[in-house]
């Protein structure tokens, strides 16, 4: 049985552990979260300041980073032609060339430094599967035109299941973003890590910056890096308006032939998108299938939605058999644009909404930041910045989908099911009562209370990853309630209540 642990990139990681915090420390630059967002942050950082630490509450790059797909492009799905209807040509240029700058400075550095993870400089290929995705095809090529983005149309079939067309952007990348991030924090050894060591709350004011941790420790420092993925940066920001969970399954398994699918990075415009890449291994190479891609406040079946994923793979691709399978979450912004930036009147950053695009976005996020704080002027601040108005009819539009979404979750018979097998999880109802179970492969039985600490959404149990998952904001919390993501305050409290649940065999 698989479990949020079974990454194909996880499976490469030679990171050392590291410590919890158990003690107050001063620190000039603290980063809260190590993805890549705040290992790159430190990175960009450590040639101007001597003293940065980093604080992630689980491990290292074992959130969302360690289970991405790992493309290195600036073609980021269909989205150019929407950027210059709704921001206009200028802001739409401006994505653009602050995508490709990250790109470049990742690639070339990857090349200079000679990093072992895997680079495979190839096509990014925009296909149509359908033939309303042709005409996306077409408005997505008027948009490279106008913005200059060098491409390549073409209408034979270019995958083994049908296309209508293909947009490529040539000289792109993947990489194994574990083997690359293994190489940075080598270069990494005077940055403080702490692993295990959560946040629970800053102090962020003329007179004062500071973070405290779950064991009360206080972390005072001159900045503070939200890369976070969810900005834990509280103020009076309410960025849980802003931004919105978006989810998708990964599973990597064999082609029969390499020549059925050429090498290349490949996704289609519309629902359901399949995103498809090869991946190396022992000198062997594997498909990674992407997709099933949706707002993460629907309600549906998670493993449903994997096993039409993998029936997708098996029929259209002929994969027989896949050797990993896995869940994922990012942050989609109201306005399509990332936050990046300084919090306004603050000693705090943030980094977030990356569009399942973060390898470019978090290399970007990580020069700006770097160039905020040291004083250096940066073109791209004004596009990004997290202080921008949100007052638009997207986001009046998504916020009022949320308060269904609640509702929802309150009054939704299918997500109980008081029936739990061995290595699964369930949300049950007893004596009128929810309660979260999840029973491990030996039998032991976790109970927790199925309510969002973040705003009292009840939690849906997913049982591709093993975790309780918010559909409102996104908050996810491991089977024994440990919080893995988003805006929760807090773990959920292992209940030692005995529910007398017999597992189905
Ligand atoms: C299915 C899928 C496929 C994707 N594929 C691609 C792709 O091909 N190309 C691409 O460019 N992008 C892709 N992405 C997006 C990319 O993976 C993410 O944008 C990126 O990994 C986000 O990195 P991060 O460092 O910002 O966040 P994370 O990796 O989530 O890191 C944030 C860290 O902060 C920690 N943290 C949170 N709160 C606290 C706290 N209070 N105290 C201490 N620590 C805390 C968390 O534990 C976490 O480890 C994909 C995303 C998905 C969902
Ligand atoms: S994340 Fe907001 S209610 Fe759960």
Not at 144 to 150: F, M, N, Q, S
């Amino acid at each position: 049985m698989l479990d949020m642990k079974k990454s194909f990139w996880l499976e490469f990681s030679k990171k050392q552990d590291y410590p919890k915090l158990k003690e107050n420390i001063k620190t000039d630059i603290l980063i809260i979260g190590g993805g890549i967002t705040g290992i790159l942050c430190a990175y960009e950082l450590s040639n101007y300041y001597k003293d940065i630490t980093i604080v992630e509450q689980n491990e290292l790059y074992h959130t969302t980073t360690g289970y991405t797909t790992g493309k290195i492009t600036y073609q980021h799905g269909y989205c150019y032609a929407n950027l210059i209807k709704d921001k206009g040509m200028a802001r739409a240029k401006d994505y653009y060339e602050a995508n490709k700058m990250a790109f470049d400075y990742l690639v070339n550095q990857i090349k200079e430094h000679n990093i072992d993870c895997d680079l495979d400089i190839t096509d990014a290929v925009l296909y149509a599967k359908t033939k309303a995705e042709y005409y996306d095809l077409l408005k997505e090529r008027r948009a490279y035109e106008a913005l200059g983005i060098d491409h390549h149309w073409g209408e034979n079939q270019i995958l083994p299941f049908k296309t209508y067309a293909y947009l490529k952007v040539p000289g792109q990348a993947s990489f194994n973003v574990v083997k690359y991030l293994d190489h940075i924090l080598g270069r990494l050894s005077d940055v403080k890590i702490y692993e295990n060591t959560k946040v629970t709350e800053t102090v962020d004011n003329d007179q004062e910056v500071y973070a405290i941790t779950t064991d009360n420790y206080k972390i005072e420092a001159k900045y503070i890096i939200n890369a976070s993925h969810y900005p834990f940066y509280k103020g009076f920001n309410f960025y849980f308006l802003k931004v919105y969970p978006t989810i998708a399954y990964v599973a990597v398994g064999k082609v029969p032939h390499e020549e059925l699918v050429p090498n290349g990075l490949y996704i289609n415009s519309q629902n359901p998108i399949y995103s498809i890449r090869y991946a190396v291994r022992d000198n062997e190479k594997y498909l990674m299938l992407a997709g099933q891609s949706r707002d993460a406040n629907q309600i549906d079946d998670f493993k449903k939605e994997l096993s039409a994923l993998k029936t997708f793979g098996k029929e259209e691709l002929s994969i027989d058999e896949y050797i990993y399978e896995w869940y994922n979450q990012d942050y989609d912004s109201t306005d399509m644009i990332p936050l990046i930036g300084r919090v306004k009147s603050s000693h705090s950053y943030i980094a977030t909404a990356f569009k399942k695009w973060g390898m470019t976005t978090s290399v970007l996020a990580s020069i700006m930041i770097r160039d905020l704080i040291t004083k250096k002027v940066n073109k791209y601040q004004e596009l990004f910045n997290p202080n921008r108005s949100f007052l638009t009819f997207k986001t009046i539009k998504y916020n009022l989908k949320m308060g269904k979404t609640f509702f929802k979750t309150k009054l939704l018979k299918a997500i109980i099911d008081n029936n739990v097998k061995k290595g699964e999880g369930s949300i049950v109802k007893i004596i009128n009562r929810k309660y979260g179970v999840y029973i491990d492969q030996d039998g032991k039985t976790y109970v927790v209370k199925p309510i969002c600490p973040h705003m009292k959404c009840t939690l849906l149990f997913n049982n591709v990853s093993k975790t309780y998952d918010c559909p409102c904001h996104g908050s996810r919390f491991r089977y024994d309630g440990k919080c893995l993501d988003g805006p929760a305050p807090r773990d959920l409290e292992l209940l030692d209540i005995d529910l007398k649940i017999q597992p189905l065999s």
